[in-house]
């Protein structure tokens, strides 16, 4: 009987060991001093396209291909330890089956820093499922505060 019990006990070990984030990913394994964000922001009906280079000392530069505004300047001390606290707090989970929305936002994201460098690729229909919510969220808060001040 305890052979039994040891089986089924290791059994629900590796059940339940496979129930966490498969493949999940750490954006930033641990804070670092010095890193860049490129968020681009395109697809939708209106067909945006829209990058968002920032650094780790708070400067950004914002581009609007469609209308041909670029902006540069300094996000706030508020939102650049925002940021830094997101990118070393996200657990990335990849997207691999498409999502076939041919109207979504699709949202690029390439951070690099501390020796790594990391690239997803997610839209409006996988981005919870992502965990990149909260990063692509505060992105978006910047480039449309500073798309509206133009």
Same mark, same amino acid.
């Given at each position: ?16 060991? &496979?129930?966490?984030s498969?493949g ?11 890193w %860049? ?9 209106a067909?945006?396209?829209? &990058?968002?280079?920032?650094s780790?000392?708070g400067s950004?530069t914002?581009? #609007?291909? %469609?209308?041909?505004f ?7 001390d508020?939102?650049?330890? /925002? ?5 070393v707090g ?8 498409p999502?076939?929305? &041919? #109207?979504c936002f699709v949202?690029?994201i390439?951070v ?11 839209? /409006?229909?996988?981005? /919870?499922?992502s965990?990149?919510r909260?990063?692509?969220? &505060?992105?978006?808060?910047?480039? #449309? ?6």
């Open positions: 009987m305890s052979q039994k019990m040891t089986v089924i006990f290791l059994l629900g070990v590796f059940i339940f060991s &496979a129930c966490g498969p999940s990913i750490e954006i930033l394994e641990t804070p670092t001093n010095e %860049r964000i490129v968020f681009v922001h395109s697809g939708g009906f067909g945006l396209m829209r &990058a968002l280079e920032i780790s000392d950004y914002l581009k #609007d291909e %469609r209308t041909n670029t902006k540069s300047g300094q996000i706030t508020n939102e650049l330890a /925002d940021l830094s606290r997101i990118l996200i657990n990335y989970v990849p997207q691999t089956k999502t076939g929305c &041919a #109207d949202y690029d390439q690099t820093g501390g020796g790594n460098e990391f690239f997803a690729r997610v839209d /409006d229909v996988n981005i /919870d499922d965990g990149l909260l990063l692509v969220s &505060a992105l978006r808060e910047i480039m #449309d505060r500073e798309l509206r001040s133009q």
